[in-house]
């Protein structure tokens, strides 16, 4: 016999179809309302490069008035010809620089600024000898100069004296050629036939000050370059990096060798060759990582955070069958949103650690706080506290990384869609009402 449906049995199904489909229907609208959220991160991400942008020009700024970047080339010696615009540089045969740099940062209203000052101690020597394609009848050797390339002159903290041949020479600002380096300091020397084919020591303490970059130019045949500081994030950059360096929390200690065989040129130079620029080496003192930086890589995050708290909220009301109105969805989605509003301007005056915690602890209780007015369980605001304390721990984890940030990341949304995955195997979703974790949550 065929069994004739009910009306009752007919109103169930009908009924079950119509919660199916507006379970479909607020899904679509969830997700649409989330695409639609990160409009505003991206109107906040635009903030966060506004105010970078003013936090470079302020230290730009800042640092052109103390130093800016420094390169250090020489000594060398500049020998003119007679009756001629050609001359030849001397480099030193050997030479050997210590220093030691010492950051500091300084503020500029609510900005950081980085600086450093440093000293060095310099000793060497230059071997005279001079190729047989050389006529020195036509050198001026009384004319002759030593020269120290520099950058920025502001960075002159002590006046630079250096002891040649025995006799100690002050430098002044200007040089004799553009070859080397186009600002830098020279004195006239002693220099006489008898001292063609002489090896001749000198020795010089340089203190400057700068900004950003310490780069060096090696000229000489054989050199050694020592730099230490208590600073410890360097970036060791330039034509060369140091064969031997140390990096840990305490700072860094970094050496340089260099041997004829390294560079393209002799210790004599002549027919007015340029030395360029590029052979340049060096390290940049720099912010681990800046606060505006950090706070742009939040901000990367931010689908990840409203796309599973909404997620959460949408698994919940099905659970509980106490449905969340779209605006409430928007509601805690703009809290979402204005934790990296806050992170930003807080950033500003405190450590960004500490700013971190107070917008990440603001926007976790206030969350948790809507959803018990919502769902009336403690439980529930609990669960929604721990999935939020648990996001903003691992997205910190994140931005502390540089390296593997990459890796922890895909490795943690992995194992965060596994979970997601896993709690809601149970519900039904073509027939909500059967769903029996319902008191779970």
């Given at each position: 016999m065929e069994t004739i449906p009910t009306n009752e049995s007919i109103n169930n199904s009908v009924n079950k179809t119509s919660l199916s489909n507006k379970i479909l229907v607020k899904g679509i609208i969830t997700g649409i309302l989330i695409i639609l959220l990160l409009i505003p991160t991206f109107l906040i991400s635009d903030l966060v490069t506004e105010r970078q942008e003013r936090n470079k020009k302020v230290v730009t700024e800042a640092s052109n008035n103390w130093a800016t970047s420094q390169t250090l080339s020489g000594p060398y010696i500049f020998i003119p010809y007679k009756n001629s615009n050609r001359y030849i540089l001397v480099l030193p045969e050997n030479l050997e620089m210590n220093g030691e740099i010492i950051a500091e940062n300084r503020k500029r209203s609510i900005y950081k600024i980085l600086l450093y000052k440093s000293s060095f101690k310099s000793n060497g020597n230059f071997m005279f000898k001079l190729s047989n394609d050389i006529d020195t009848s036509l050198l001026q050797l009384a004319n002759a100069k030593i020269c120290i390339g520099l950058s920025d002159f502001k960075g002159i903290e002590e006046k630079i004296s250096i002891t040649f041949n025995g006799e100690t020479y002050e430098l002044s600002p200007g040089l004799p050629t553009s070859a080397v380096n186009n600002t830098g300091l020279s004195a006239p020397v002693?220099?006489?036939?008898?001292?063609?084919?002489?090896?001749?020591?000198?020795?010089?303490?340089?203190?400057?000050?700068?900004?950003?970059?310490?780069?060096?130019?090696?000229?000489?045949?054989?050199?050694?370059?020592?730099?230490?500081?208590?600073?410890?994030?360097?970036?060791?950059?330039?034509?060369?990096?140091?064969?031997?360096?140390?990096?840990?929390?305490?700072?860094?200690?970094?050496?340089?060798?260099?041997?004829?065989?390294?560079?393209?040129?002799?210790?004599?130079?002549?027919?007015?060759?340029?030395?360029?620029?590029?052979?340049?080496?060096g390290v940049s003192i720099l912010q681990p990582v800046d606060d505006y930086a950090k706070t742009d890589r939040c901000i990367k995050y931010a689908i990840l955070f409203i796309g599973l708290t909404f997620s959460l909220f949408f698994i919940v009301e099905i659970m509980q069958k106490k449905p969340v109105h779209p605006i409430q969805y928007i509601l805690v989605g703009l809290a979402l949103v204005i934790f990296y509003s806050l992170l930003l301007s807080i950033s500003e005056y405190i450590h960004f650690d500490y700013a971190y915690l107070i917008a990440s602890a603001a926007t976790v209780?206030?969350?948790?706080?809507?959803?018990?007015?919502h769902f009336k369980k403690w439980k529930t605001a609990s669960l929604f506290f721990i999935v939020l304390s648990a996001l903003y721990g691992f997205n910190y984890v994140l931005i502390?990384?540089?390296?593997?940030?990459?890796?922890?990341?895909?490795?943690?949304?992995?194992?965060?869609?596994?979970?997601?995955?896993?709690?809601?195997?149970?519900?039904?979703?073509?027939?909500?009402?059967?769903?029996?974790?319902?008191?779970?949550?």
């Open positions: 002693h220099l006489s036939e008898s001292d063609l084919g002489k090896t001749i020591a000198f020795n010089f303490i340089l203190k400057i000050k700068g900004s950003g970059v310490l780069h060096f130019l090696p000229l000489s045949g054989n050199s050694t370059y020592t730099l230490s500081s208590s600073w410890s994030s360097p970036s060791f950059d330039g034509n060369t990096l140091p064969g031997e360096n140390n990096v840990n929390k305490k700072g860094f200690s970094a050496k340089w060798v260099f041997n004829k065989a390294n560079l393209p040129f002799t210790t004599i130079i002549q027919n007015e060759k340029t030395i360029k620029d590029d052979l340049a080496f209780l206030l969350i948790s706080w809507y959803s018990k007015s502390s990384l540089e390296d593997s940030a990459l890796l922890i990341g895909s490795i943690g949304l992995f194992i965060v869609l596994a979970t997601v995955m896993y709690a809601s195997r149970k519900i039904n979703w073509y027939n909500p009402t059967l769903n029996s974790s319902t008191e779970m949550i």
